[in-house]
């Protein structure tokens, strides 16, 4: 059975930090590209981060870039995210997926349900 278990949310100040992880199982994580989406509660889903199957690249949307960090461990079957300087705009639910990307289209895969973070004083 394929799981994607997100942990590490939680409430925090704004400018605080928070680490997430996703733990995979069920299928080869070393194989896949690995995503990071956060939806707010009452609006549609947004692309935070993406990373390549090896690490060896990483990509953030413009709202988190050089605050947020996307990592990965294949021996340890998990995928992070880092998040510093949070902002209560960051409020959301975060989910950890798997993608492919088709005729440059990012499909998604396998999901987990997600961990909430939420940002405010």
């Known amino acids: 059975e394929v799981q994607l278990v997100e942990s590490g949310g939680g409430l925090v100040q704004p400018g605080g930090s928070l680490r997430l992880s996703c733990a995979a199982s069920?299928?080869?994580?070393?194989?896949?590209?690995m995503s990071w989406v956060r939806q707010p509660l009452g609006k549609g889903p947004e692309w935070v981060s993406a990373?390549?199957?090896?690490?060896?690249?990483?990509y953030y949307s413009d709202p988190v870039k050089g605050r947020f960090t996307i990592s990965r461990d294949n021996t340890k079957n998990t995928l992070y995210l880092q998040m510093n300087s949070l902002k209560p705009e960051d409020t959301a639910r975060y989910s950890c997926?798997?993608?492919?990307?088709?005729?440059?289209?990012?499909?998604?895969?396998?999901w987990g349900q997600g961990t909430q973070v939420t940002v405010s004083s």
């Open positions: 069920g299928f080869t994580f070393g194989d896949y590209n």
């Open positions: 990373i390549s199957s090896s690490g060896g690249r990483t």
């Open positions: 997926a798997t993608y492919t990307v088709v005729d440059g289209t990012a499909h998604y895969g396998y």
